[in-house]
């Protein structure tokens, strides 16, 4: 879709607080967008740091812009005049050339997913809220964190902020998620500091149903040895040490290369952009192969077993796809759901571990993606098993070039690529793939025939 016709000349005030005083109707819907209000402080992050500017040197600052309203891409030519040389009585604001372009939407989304993508994996705690903030369910493995868990459980339904102490004093309930997403504060029993994650979950964006709520280190624990101890026995560098060490920084560098690859922090040469693509999509990479060899570590270890939970197979799917859906729509391959004949009689409903049945299907789905054709179609099936009523299974089938019987079993080998050098893999997804779904006492499976595809298969035992 085309961009739309540029705005004529739009005109703001501000305050000696950078507060958005007076806007016309294009730049004050773009504020409430945002979550700011009128008045209220400017909420466009890059008019507020041009609005800063201009009022602290007493000067004129002219200057392009981009924002991103939820929906389209907005971008224009701001100029910011002090009222006074000295900015105390705040500044005016002109906008030439206001653009809303819908072609950057999907780019723009993708991106959003994208980074929240990278700060669920480096999540320290997950805690799900409902549509007032208030805790339903927290989960941790982080010694540190443990107390503000177990307070969290002790006292459902009560508000977050009730657990965690944020270190802006002008934070204070009740306030529009927007406001809270990416605080700082300090948790009980922790001595680093933490950053705040809030996604809304269901429903728009400027009402959701509920959140999920991230809590991210701007540090690792610095007992290094202590951390080792509570990774149950696993003495090996990366699992116990070394991942942990480097996954929030890595995650840090990946979101900031991000940012700077779509100009959200302002205007940059494009051979500059793409350098923070290249960043990006090596950390990524890095991150991936942290991630798998702490996984093998894992799975290999005498003392590895999973959680036994009620897991709703068609959720964990409509997950997976939506956390891939950025890569599926690169390729313009569409991902069909669909429930299998014998649903009725496990109503997908399997006995496993949820967090490792996402890490599986993310794995297959995302091979099959990476392995079809442009323009083809991965169908996923939920079903119960024909050959047992205590079983339910999740397949997804591609329509790549298959695999031969010879491909077929070496394919959940350790470190198997099957020819396909230099994609950035290291071989271990379908390897520990399998060693999970076995762990759940399941398993996985491959039925393929040269030039017809691919079908993988999730058996797990059903639900009581």
Known sequence: MASSEPYPSIRAMTDCDDRLLDADEPLAQLQMHCGGVVP????????????????????????????????????GFVSVSPLRGDGEDGCELLIEGWKQDSRAEIGAQELSNQLDMIDRLAADMTVRLDR????????????????????????????????????????????????????????????????????????????????????????????????????????GMVGGMLSRVLRQPIGRIISNAETIRARLAGPLRTEYTNYAGDISSAGSHLLALLEDLADLEDVESNEF???????????????????????????????????????????????????????????????????????????????????????VMVSVADQGGGLTAAQQA??????????????????L????????ARAMSGELSVESNPGEGAKFTLTLPAAD
Not at 55 to 66: D, L, N, Q, T, Y
Not at 133 to 151: F, G, H, I, N, Y
């Open 40 to 75: 209220g402080i400017v909420a466009v992050p890059e008019l507020l740091e041009v609005v800063q500017q201009s009022r602290s040197k007493g000067v004129r600052i002219a200057r392009e812009f981009h924002a991103f309203d939820g929906n389209e891409t907005v971008s």
């Open 429 to 436: 997804g379908l390897y520990i793939s399998r060693r999970l």
């Open 305 to 391: 077993a999973t959680r036994a939970e009620t897991v709703d197979l068609t959720d964990v799917v409509q997950r997976a796809s939506s956390i891939l859906s950025g890569k599926s729509q690169a390729k313009r391959i569409s991902v069909e759901i669909e429930a299998g004949e014998n649903a009725k009689n496990s109503l997908g409903v399997a006995k496993a571990e949820f967090r490792r049945v996402l890490q599986i299907l993310i794995n297959v789905l995302g091979n099959a993606i990476n392995y079809s054709p442009e323009g083809s179609i991965v169908t996923i099936s939920v079903s119960g098993s024909s050959a047992k009523v205590d079983q």
């Open 132 to 235: 007032d903030q208030r805790v339903l369910t927290a989960s941790t493995d982080e010694p540190d964190l443990l107390a503000c868990k177990e307070a969290m459980e002790a006292k459902p339904r009560t508000i977050w902020t009730d657990f965690v102490a944020l270190i802006e004093e002008e934070y204070r309930q009740p306030l529009h998620w927007r406001l809270l997403d990416r605080a700082l504060a300090k948790v009980g029993g922790s001595a680093r500091e933490w950053r705040i994650r809030l996604m809304p979950l269901g429903g728009p964006r400027e009402n959701p149903d509920g959140f999920e709520l991230l809590l991210l280190a701007d540090q690792p624990l610095n007992e290094i040895r202590e951390q080792a101890a509570h990774s149950a026995g696993n003495t």
């Open 410 to 427: 070496r394919v959940f080998t350790k470190y198997e690529r099957l020819g396909r050098e230099g994609d950035g893999g290291t071989g």
